[in-house]
């Protein structure tokens, strides 16, 4: 059974900061992993979505990386600044067609 | 371009009850699906609906069922109600069970009292 944990649960840090949000999953074998934005009471925007044969992906401040042999990804957002405070969720997918499996979130919270 | 949308956002009810959340999907989408997403937790699946029919299920009881209409759009349905079914209910929507890309809506919260 696939699980995915997040590290750390949360974070709080300085405007300006570059910061590392982690995600491990025990099952290697994944199609894709895809990293989620959640603001307090909303649904899921899509940040970034790396393929299994992929190691990375870029989109402005963020990156996103993936080792599936040792089943870790790190979501990497440059200079951060108060409107990047929200929950960020990573979740993986393990075929071709099937459903997320989602990690429990990391809140992270940027200071003016 | 209307993105997913959901209904209620908000709704209380009774231990015992029967509740019904409805969904519609993002323009041009013919697939749903639903996630359970319990207070500081993340999104749990629980089934999704392709050409009228369950295609996938998670680990829920057989108390979750749904439904899918003609026009893509999509029910849930939760019988005899626990205090642990509150949570916020989302719906996400794609072109296709096995698509990459799903948008989700912004979520049914229910609250079970």
């Known amino acids: 059974k696939q699980e995915v944990t997040q590290i750390p649960a949360a974070l709080s840090v300085p405007e300006g900061e570059n910061l590392v949000l982690n995600c491990s999953f025990t099952d290697s074998a994944i199609y894709n992993l895809q990293w989620f934005r959640q603001d307090p009471g909303k649904g899921l925007t899509s940040l970034l979505l790396?393929?299994?044969?992929?190691r990375e992906q870029t989109s402005g401040r963020l990156n996103a990386s993936l080792d599936k042999s040792s089943g870790r990804s790190t979501l990497y957002i440059a200079a951060s600044q108060p409107g990047d405070s929200a929950t960020y969720l990573c979740?993986?997918?393990?075929?071709?067609?099937?459903?997320?499996?989602f990690g429990p979130g990391t809140r992270l919270s940027v200071l003016p | 371009d209307a993105g997913v949308t959901q209904s209620p956002t908000h709704l209380i009810k009774t231990r015992g009850q029967q509740v019904t959340l409805r969904c519609s999907p993002k323009?041009?989408?013919?697939?749903v699906s639903w996630y359970q997403q319990a207070l500081g937790q993340g999104p749990q699946f629980i089934f999704q609906?392709?050409?009228?029919?369950?295609?996938q299920r998670g680990n829920f009881p057989d108390r979750f069922s749904g439904h899918q209409f003609p026009n893509y759009s999509s029910e849930l349905n939760v019988n005899a109600l626990l205090l642990g079914d509150s949570a916020l209910y989302l719906c996400a929507s794609s072109l296709g069970p096995e698509r990459n890309t799903i948008y989700f809506g912004e979520g049914s919260w229910l609250t079970v009292v």
């Open positions: 790396i393929q299994s044969s992929q």
């Open positions: 979740a993986v997918r393990l075929n071709y067609g099937q459903n997320f499996v």
């Open positions: 323009s041009g989408h013919d697939t």
């Open positions: 609906y392709y050409e009228e029919e369950e295609r």
